[in-house]
């Protein structure tokens, strides 16, 4: 057995609930994609909200480099979970999310992400913003030191 297999723990119903919790109430995220020009990793940080379903969306502009590299390359990841107010960051959990990248109906999506981003009623009918659904192909969900779970869309119950 392989060192990273010893350190992952077997998924179970808490380490589900615990990522369903981070995706669900995240309202921001840090969007990794690869730079267009160079090929090198790039993070941004984006808005965030859910769909019916659970996928994670984002409305992002045409103009920001990162939904040109989305264009060229759909393959990202999204962190979300936030440290909390006190002690080390690192104790606090945060949900890694594998996925591709793919627009979608920004006109059927607009009541729900509104609900969740109200703020971004000022922008969200410009022409150069589109919604994109991240579709989730694997996550792994750090739940603090010595907890660490990798997760398949299924286990966050994404439809």
């Given at each position: 057995m392989s060192t990273q297999q010893?350190?992952?723990?077997?998924?179970?119903e808490e380490a589900r609930g615990l990522a369903q919790h981070l995706l669900r109430n995240?309202?921001?995220?840090?969007?990794?994609?690869?730079?267009?020009?160079?090929?090198?990793p790039m993070v941004s940080r984006v808005s965030v909200g859910t769909d019916a379903?659970?996928?994670?969306?984002?409305?992002m502009s045409d103009l920001s480099l990162h939904t040109q590299a989305l264009a060229g390359n759909p393959a990202c990841s999204l962190l979300v979970g936030e440290p909390?107010?006190?002690?080390?960051?690192?104790?606090?959990?945060?949900?890694?999310?594998?996925?591709?990248?793919?627009p979608a109906?920004?006109?059927?999506l607009k009541p729900l992400y509104l609900s969740q981003h109200p703020k971004a009623a000022l922008y969200f009918d410009f022409s150069d913003f589109s919604v994109y659904r991240l579709v989730v192909t694997e996550a792994?969900?750090?739940g603090g030191f010595g907890k660490a779970f990798h997760l398949l869309p299924e286990d966050l119950r994404l439809a």
């Open positions: 010893r350190l992952v723990r077997e998924t179970d995240a309202r921001f995220g840090a969007l990794g994609v690869l730079d267009p020009v160079g090929g090198a379903d659970g996928n994670p969306v984002s409305l909390g107010p006190r002690g080390d960051p690192l104790i606090h959990p945060r949900l890694t999310l594998q996925c591709t990248a793919a109906d920004k006109a059927a792994h969900l750090n």
